[in-house]
């Protein structure tokens, strides 16, 4: 059976984290849509120039751009076998596209991770990203980091994760992808996880979910 994962949760959450660390695991690809749009930004074609303002400002690239990215990497052969996406669906609208692109596939896995405000906003506020291979650097290891422990490219603060932008992002999260928690929540493959703890317990956490909710005998 294919492991078709969805992460749900707020700016700062550890979703890219912990869909990285799991893809990992499992040998399937992670699918981040924000990583997507950096790189399109990054290399300037036409649709990482019209995102750019827009993930400055902390809002959302419209559902019909996002949704046809995603449907396109889907159906690539590698995502067959399973993948986790990492900040997708994000609105109700993305989340009925999804489901009808998965229509007749394995069942989605939803896990929604869980932390409070207070912490995604010290999380955010600090957090850096390498320059060059886009990877998060881990805030909570042995003192300040200076280079990226990947490729040892520079760490630098994303654009988007300055203060005021970080409010904005939260104010979206609360208007467009909370809601998303109802749309999923009464399905038997719908889990959360306490993402307030070390990324070592999140992960070991998420993974007895994702067992738990694919588990035999658990109705899909
Ligand atoms: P992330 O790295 O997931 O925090 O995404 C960074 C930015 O990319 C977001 O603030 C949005 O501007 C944009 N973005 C990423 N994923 C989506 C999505 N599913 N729908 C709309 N915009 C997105």
Excluded: W
Excluded at 201 to 216: C, K
């Amino acid at each position: 059976m294919a492991l078709n994962l969805i992460m749900l949760g707020p700016p700062g959450a550890g979703k890219g984290t912990q869909a990285e660390r799991f893809a990992r695991v499992r040998g399937i690809p992670k699918i981040s849509t924000g990583d997507i749009l950096r790189e399109a930004v990054q290399t300037g074609t036409e649709i990482g120039r019209r995102a750019r303002a827009i993930m400055d400002r902390g809002d959302l690239i419209s559902d019909d751009v996002i949704i046809g990215i995603v449907e396109e990497r889907l159906n690539r052969g590698d995502a067959r076998s399973g993948f986790v996406l990492d900040g997708f669906p994000r609105t109700v609208a993305q989340a009925s596209a999804l489901d009808r692109i998965m229509n007749g596939r394995d069942p989605l896995i939803v896990v929604d991770i869980v932390v409070p405000e207070s912490e995604l906003v010290r999380r955010l506020g600090s957090r850096l990203i390498c320059e060059s291979c886009g990877a998060n650097a881990p805030i909570d290891g042995d003192g300040a980091l200076t280079m990226c422990p990947r490729c040892g490219g520079r760490l630098v603060q994303r654009a988007d994760d300055d203060e005021a932008v970080v409010l904005e992002r939260l104010k979206v999260y609360h208007r467009q992808s909370e809601p998303l928690v109802e749309y999923y929540r009464a399905r038997p493959t719908f889990r959360s996880v306490n993402g307030a703890q070390t990324p070592g317990q999140v992960a070991s956490d998420l993974a007895s979910a994702i067992e738990a909710a694919v588990a035999p005998g658990v109705p899909r």
